[in-house]
């Protein structure tokens, strides 16, 4: 459910017709909905009702804006982050230190400093010599650290390739069954209490199945864990919960169907639980908004030439990723085209022989359920300035993240002196 629809012809974000923020703000633009988030946190609260006191821990690579984070800090979720970067963001956003965990396969020695000094509520271990290095930047600090580790629990989360992070060649991870024997090691050194386990098998899972498997292999560990004289009193079961992207391909689980799930695996395990959604949160909640510079013949079929381009939405390019995209002021008739970008790439093809909203020249299209890992990714490549961000709240809009000009980019460059 979003709040992105056809009103009097025209698609609106809420009660902004789409057409009034790019007059404004130019394209391409990402919109988010502030209203859609919203709902998303409450359906996702409501979803794990019954579980005693959740951290709702918001990853913060699905979309980093300091306007999105701000507004799932004043909701009261925590944070997931994977970098210094993205602590200072959340802690810039208001999230409270102790609400934001901190995951990552390669945190630095001045990353773990940064979250010790800002008294982060847990770091995710990635491996017993990460834990070593924490270890030494705690004890000269003279403080003790919470820790999980985050096990691979070798499943396959059946999701595309590049998204899956729990089979045990990836590279996240303690190996299951290695996990005792980390934990037993980090119970010798100072400055870190290992109390918490922490798995996550991937991004826009479809079927519940994987989780579930995933999270009775926790279950297995805590016990274990606790028989071996471990006091765990935590366990993170990540994010990873997908979101309809097609119309056209079974819908995934809903947020209900996912916290029934885990209320009975958990039953009984007697640890605070800790959930990092992403993209269940933000993906339908913003849409990336584009012009069609030309329409250009084509063998087949006719190409839709956008002013955005793989450098401003890399999903496509980098996941095989499907976007609803759809017309701003449908004229109802549809076409097929290839939808592609600017950019000197065959991989700038956003959609393949596609039936869609028939455009012209000049039209604006909106890609749908783009809020998730869109303009996070956004790189300037091709000599583009960033892609701007706005948020729409009721009838209100406000740009959220300039365009970047082209000047800023060229100024950050230095000439060598013999230049
Ligand atoms: C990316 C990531 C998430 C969020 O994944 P979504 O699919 O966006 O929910 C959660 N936890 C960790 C450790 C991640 O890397």
Redesign the pocket.
């Known amino acids: 459910m979003d709040h992105f629809e056809l009103k009097d012809g025209m698609l609106h974000a809420e009660g902004v017709p789409l057409a009034r923020i790019s007059a404004e703000a130019g394209t391409p633009i990402y919109v988010y909905s502030a209203a859609t988030i919203e709902r998303h946190v409450r359906v996702f609260r409501e979803a794990l009702a019954g579980i005693d006191d959740p951290l709702i821990a918001f990853?913060v690579?699905?979309n980093p804006n300091r306007a999105v984070l701000a507004t799932l800090a004043a909701l009261g979720l925590g944070a997931?982050v994977?970098s210094g970067g993205e602590l200072k963001r959340a802690l810039a956003a208001g999230i409270p230190a102790a609400k934001i965990v901190f995951?990552?396969v390669g945190k630095t020695a001045e990353e773990m400093a940064l979250g010790l000094d800002e008294g982060i509520g847990q770091f995710?271990l990635e491996s017993v010599a990460e834990a070593e290095m924490l270890s030494q930047v705690a004890t000269a600090r003279g403080v003790t650290a919470r820790v999980a580790f985050?096990v691979n629990p070798d499943v396959d989360a059946g999701t595309h390739s590049k998204?899956s992070?729990g089979r045990a060649d990836d590279k996240f991870g303690v190996a299951y069954d290695r996990a005792p024997d980390a934990y037993a090691r980090a119970a010798a050194m100072p400055g870190i209490a290992a109390v918490g386990v922490a798995v996550?098998i991937?991004?826009?899972?479809t079927d519940l199945a994987p989780s579930r498997a995933a999270f009775e292999r926790v279950g297995a560990l805590i016990a274990a864990l606790r028989a071996a004289g471990h006091a765990i009193d935590s366990a993170d079961l990540?994010?990873?919960?997908g979101v309809p992207y097609n119309p056209a391909v079974p819908v995934p689980p809903s947020p209900a169907d996912y916290g029934a799930m885990v209320r009975e695996v958990t039953a009984g395990w007697d640890v605070r639980l800790i959930f990092?959604?992403?993209?269940?949160i933000v993906g339908n909640a913003g849409v990336m908004l584009t012009r069609v510079i030309r329409i250009k013949e084509g063998k087949n079929y006719p190409f839709v030439v956008l002013d955005a381009g793989m450098n401003d939405l890399l999903r496509p390019s980098l996941y095989d990723a499907w976007h609803n995209i759809r017309a701003v002021e449908p004229n109802g008739a549809k076409f097929v085209a290839n939808v592609v970008g600017p950019i000197c790439e065959t991989g700038d093809t956003f959609a393949r022989a596609r039936e869609m909203d028939q455009v012209a020249a000049g039209d604006l299209v909106a890609f749908m359920t783009a809020g998730?890992?869109g303009a996070t990714m956004a790189n300037t490549y091709n000599s583009r300035g960033l892609v701007p961000e706005a948020m729409v709240s009721g009838e209100e809009w406000a740009i959220v993240r300039d365009r970047q000009p082209i000047e800023a980019l060229i100024a950050a460059d230095r000439l060598p002196p013999w230049l």
């Open positions: 990853a690579k699905a997931d994977v995951s990552g995710n985050r998204i992070t996550h991937g991004s826009q899972l990540g994010g990873g919960l990092e959604p992403g993209r269940v998730a890992y």
